[in-house]
């Protein structure tokens, strides 16, 4: 018998499984205005609220493309000018590739999707660091796969526990996902423990995904693509003009597959799957080329900008009592822990920071950490003087929900 007319159209069950606690988190932060007092936002990484601004010449090149009238769709895997730019900029950074090996996707979080996509299936794991950044299991838990996760240390600098990780690796292990620098965390790997992860991931067969869309900003300068350490190595690397050229909304990513012959059935099938959604943001495309063949000293700025606000983060965290923090290396996040008391949890410590302080961060279970682990992000994109206000505010809160 068919539902009655009233009855709710019903949800697929794969939606229950897909969290990303950096946004469901604003609803809570809506209630608190909604009751009258101003929030902080220090929960999504975006730099253009916080004063940033997109290079002159990017926004010059997409209303360029539009006015000369490249409004149409373009191939699925982008227009192949950018495709070259991106091949090429890749080789000066000494991982050599070809055009046809790139594809242009909406954001790093369309090739994210269109790899794990096109390798693993129902049933699989691909290695993912915990904490990590959502979009991996979200993507996961719609496919019907898990993730795997392997610890990274904040003891050592938040880097991966190498033997952990291959303690995890079993038949149905499919990929492995290196994000570096690190979101969350704010870590930046060293060469060995780089090389250590390709070892492993080529001895068992597993497709390595770099995440590099914070490459440019390492404090002590860009870092190089994992590939670079291996061109061989079964890599994909993923970026786009979010973070380091500023211009997250306009959803302008690309994809590398990694040069060996036992990724081009994996290429081929990434392109397939790109196929079905006829190509990313047309115009957008076109400051892919003026970003790579441009102009980067807004880059020099901005990581200055990031440095300054990194220690300002770390040293007054671990001045609140009962609160310890990692510095971070690169990116704009930072990972501090609170010692919870007994029976509470980091949602209990971010939700009260929301209420009582009105500062909005993102607990760190959202991240795949333990709840009572006390950990929770914050985003440092503020200036260092709403920062410095803010950590304030977090501080007194901290004392009054540690002292409760
Ligand atoms: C590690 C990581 N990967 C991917 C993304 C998504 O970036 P994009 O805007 O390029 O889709 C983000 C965004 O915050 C991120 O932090």
Redesign the pocket.
């Known amino acids: 018998m068919s539902a009655p007319p009233t009855s709710a159209i019903p949800v697929a069950a794969r939606v229950h499984g897909f969290t990303y606690a950096?946004r469901n988190i604003v609803a809570e932060a809506k209630k608190v205005e909604a009751a009258g007092r101003t929030v902080r936002y220090l929960n999504?990484?975006?730099p253009i609220p916080f004063g940033f601004h997109t290079p002159p010449h990017l926004v010059e090149a997409v209303a360029r493309a539009m006015r000369d009238g490249h409004n149409g769709y373009t191939p699925s895997p982008g227009i192949a000018e950018a495709r070259e730019a991106v091949a090429h900029d890749f080789a000066t950074r000494g991982l050599p590739t070809t055009p046809d090996r790139v594809i242009l996707?909406?954001?790093?979080?369309?090739?994210?999707e269109l790899a794990l996509g096109a390798v693993v299936n129902e049933g699989d794991e691909v290695l993912v660091p915990v904490p990590t950044?959502p979009?991996y299991t979200a993507v996961l838990a719609k496919i019907g796969a898990h993730a795997a996760y392997y610890r990274t240390d904040p003891a050592h600098g938040w880097l991966p526990d190498v033997e952990h990780l291959r303690r995890l690796i079993g038949p149905r292990t499919r990929a492995m996902v290196v994000?570096d620098p690190?979101?969350?965390t704010g870590a930046v790997y060293p060469d060995e423990i780089r090389r250590a992860l390709i070892e492993l991931a080529d001895r068992h067969g597993l497709l390595l995904l770099a995440?590099e869309?914070?490459a440019d900003l390492g404090y002590d300068g860009p870092t190089t693509p994992l590939g670079s350490l291996a061109p061989d190595a079964p890599v994909i690397s993923?970026?786009?003009?979010?973070?380091a050229y500023l211009a997250?909304g306009w959803?302008?990513?690309w994809l590398a597959v990694g040069r060996s012959s036992r990724l081009d059935e994996v290429l081929a099938a990434i392109k397939k799957l790109a196929d079905g959604r006829l190509c990313s943001p047309g115009p957008m495309q076109y400051a892919i080329t003026a970003a790579l063949t441009g102009d980067r000293s807004h880059q020099v700025a901005f990581r200055e900008a990031l440095a300054v606000r990194a220690e300002l983060t770390t040293r007054r965290m671990n001045a609140i009592p009962g609160m310890r923090c990692v510095a971070p290396r690169g990116?704009f996040?930072a990972m501090p822990q609170v010692q919870l008391p007994p029976g509470r949890t980091d949602e209990d410590f971010v939700l009260g920071l929301l209420r009582e302080a009105g500062v909005l961060c993102v607990y760190g279970s959202g991240f795949g950490t333990a709840p009572a682990d006390g950990f929770f992000r914050v985003v440092y994109l503020a200036s260092p003087e709403e920062l410095s206000d803010i950590y304030d505010a977090v501080g007194e809160f901290t004392g009054r929900f540690l002292a409760r």
């Open positions: 950096i999504i990484g975006d996707t909406s954001g790093t979080s369309e090739g994210i950044y979009l994000i690190n979101n969350p995440d869309v914070y993923f970026s786009s003009l979010s973070k997250p959803r302008a990513g990116a996040y």
